[in-house]
Protein backbone atom coordinates (compact mmCIF):
# COMPACT_ATOMS: atom_id res chain seq x y z
CA UNK A 1 0.00 0.00 0.00
CA UNK A 2 1.22 3.29 -1.25
CA UNK A 3 1.44 6.10 1.50
CA UNK A 4 2.74 9.78 1.57
CA UNK A 5 3.56 11.66 4.92
CA UNK A 6 3.43 15.10 3.81
CA UNK A 7 4.31 18.10 6.37
CA UNK A 8 6.02 21.74 6.36
CA UNK A 9 3.32 23.64 5.27
CA UNK A 10 1.51 26.59 7.48
CA UNK A 11 1.20 30.39 7.64
CA UNK A 12 4.01 32.64 6.49
CA UNK A 13 4.04 36.04 5.76
CA UNK A 14 5.02 37.59 2.19
CA UNK A 15 9.11 37.23 1.20
CA UNK A 16 9.07 34.25 4.06
CA UNK A 17 10.17 30.37 3.00
CA UNK A 18 8.65 26.66 4.15
CA UNK A 19 10.32 23.45 3.39
CA UNK A 20 7.54 20.70 2.42
CA UNK A 21 8.83 16.81 2.93
CA UNK A 22 6.87 13.64 1.15
CA UNK A 23 8.11 10.88 2.45
CA UNK A 24 7.19 7.47 0.84
CA UNK A 25 6.26 4.38 1.58
CA UNK A 26 5.24 1.16 -0.09
CA UNK A 27 6.90 1.66 -3.74
CA UNK A 28 10.25 1.20 -5.12
CA UNK A 29 10.83 5.63 -4.44
CA UNK A 30 13.94 5.70 -6.83
CA UNK A 31 12.24 4.49 -9.46
CA UNK A 32 9.18 6.84 -9.42
CA UNK A 33 9.24 11.03 -10.78
CA UNK A 34 8.32 13.09 -7.87
CA UNK A 35 6.49 15.44 -8.46
CA UNK A 36 4.80 18.82 -6.18
CA UNK A 37 0.87 19.84 -7.39
CA UNK A 38 -0.62 22.42 -5.77
CA UNK A 39 -4.05 24.11 -5.84
CA UNK A 40 -5.72 27.32 -4.68
CA UNK A 41 -9.33 27.66 -3.98
CA UNK A 42 -11.45 27.62 -7.57
CA UNK A 43 -8.37 26.58 -9.67
CA UNK A 44 -7.39 23.83 -10.92
CA UNK A 45 -4.53 21.88 -9.61
CA UNK A 46 -1.29 22.87 -11.33
CA UNK A 47 2.03 21.03 -11.84
CA UNK A 48 4.73 23.11 -9.08
CA UNK A 49 7.61 20.96 -9.74
CA UNK A 50 9.04 17.79 -10.36
CA UNK A 51 11.88 15.36 -10.36
CA UNK A 52 12.92 12.61 -12.44
CA UNK A 53 14.50 9.48 -11.26
CA UNK A 54 17.22 10.86 -13.00
CA UNK A 55 17.22 14.23 -10.84
CA UNK A 56 16.13 16.26 -14.24
CA UNK A 57 13.88 19.31 -12.67
CA UNK A 58 11.12 20.95 -14.22
CA UNK A 59 9.74 23.90 -12.63
CA UNK A 60 6.46 25.84 -13.25
CA UNK A 61 7.28 29.51 -14.67
CA UNK A 62 5.63 31.09 -11.50
CA UNK A 63 7.88 29.32 -9.41
CA UNK A 64 10.92 29.27 -10.85
CA UNK A 65 14.09 30.85 -9.61
CA UNK A 66 12.14 30.53 -5.95
CA UNK A 67 11.34 27.23 -5.35
CA UNK A 68 13.90 23.91 -5.21
CA UNK A 69 12.74 20.61 -5.70
CA UNK A 70 14.99 17.67 -4.63
CA UNK A 71 15.25 14.56 -3.33
CA UNK A 72 16.84 11.73 -1.12
CA UNK A 73 16.18 8.28 -2.05
CA UNK A 74 17.53 6.50 0.89
CA UNK A 75 14.54 8.36 2.79
CA UNK A 76 12.09 8.16 0.37
CA UNK A 77 11.69 11.80 0.42
CA UNK A 78 10.88 14.55 -1.57
CA UNK A 79 11.63 18.35 -0.57
CA UNK A 80 10.03 21.34 -1.84
CA UNK A 81 11.99 24.32 -0.67
CA UNK A 82 9.88 27.49 -1.10
CA UNK A 83 11.43 31.09 -1.00
CA UNK A 84 10.76 34.76 -1.54
CA UNK A 85 7.03 33.40 -1.11
CA UNK A 86 3.65 35.50 -2.62
CA UNK A 87 0.54 35.74 -1.51
CA UNK A 88 -0.18 33.71 -5.05
CA UNK A 89 1.16 30.43 -3.61
CA UNK A 90 -1.60 30.27 -1.09
CA UNK A 91 -2.74 26.89 -1.87
CA UNK A 92 -3.17 23.20 -0.85
CA UNK A 93 0.33 21.51 -1.67
CA UNK A 94 0.15 17.90 -3.07
CA UNK A 95 3.03 15.35 -3.49
CA UNK A 96 2.61 12.55 -6.36
CA UNK A 97 4.35 9.79 -7.66
CA UNK A 98 4.48 8.72 -11.11
CA UNK A 99 6.29 5.94 -12.97
CA UNK A 100 7.62 6.62 -16.56
CA UNK A 101 5.61 4.07 -18.92
CA UNK A 102 3.14 2.66 -16.64
CA UNK A 103 -0.42 3.88 -15.03
CA UNK A 104 1.34 3.83 -11.25
CA UNK A 105 0.30 7.32 -10.29
CA UNK A 106 0.12 8.34 -6.62
CA UNK A 107 -0.82 11.03 -4.29
CA UNK A 108 -0.97 12.54 -1.19
CA UNK A 109 -3.25 13.82 1.19
CA UNK A 110 -2.03 17.91 0.72
CA UNK A 111 -0.78 20.55 2.97
CA UNK A 112 -1.86 23.94 3.09
CA UNK A 113 0.19 26.70 2.87
CA UNK A 114 -1.25 30.54 3.30
CA UNK A 115 0.83 33.49 2.34
CA UNK A 116 -0.19 36.65 4.47
CA UNK A 117 0.58 38.93 6.72
Known amino acids: QVQFVESGGGLVQPGGSLRLSCAASGLIFSFYTMGWYRQAPGKQRELVAS???????NYADSVRGRFTISRDNAKKTVYLHMNSLKPEDTAVYYC???????????WGQGTQVTVSS
Open 51 to 57: ISSARGT
Open 96 to 106: NAIQAGSNLNY
